[in-house]
């Protein structure tokens, strides 16, 4: 997502589906320029996981200027899995 300048609240849903094993630890975080985590914006989920059921809710702030971008990161550790694509969702909006 490209920017203005600004103040911006982004958010995001990450669902779980499982692949082979509910032991993977599923994290998403929310990066600005391609490099940076965004403060506020790191979870993870490190409990076991429900096919479907387990989802993972993210959401912060970020004062932005023109030409900035941000985009959701999503991965795995311990196992794989899947992020179900029909129900993830990453969104902003401009706040000042």
């Given at each position: ?10 958010g995001?849903?990450?669902m ?10 599923m994290?998403?975080r ?14 993870e ?16 702030m ?7 971008t ?14 179900a694509a029909?129900?993830?969702?990453f ?6």
């Open positions: 997502m490209s920017t203005a300048v600004g103040t911006y609240l982004f995001a849903t990450l779980y589906k499982v692949n082979a094993s509910t032991s993977a630890r994290r998403g929310l990066v600005q320029n391609g490099t940076t985590e965004i403060r506020g914006s790191f979870g989920i490190s409990g076991a996981h429900v096919s479907e059921a387990t989802a993972l809710w993210l959401q912060t970020v004062p932005l200027t023109a030409g900035d941000v985009e959701l990161q999503g991965y795995f550790r311990a196992q794989d899995g899947y992020f029909d129900i993830t969702s969104w902003g909006e401009k706040v000042g």
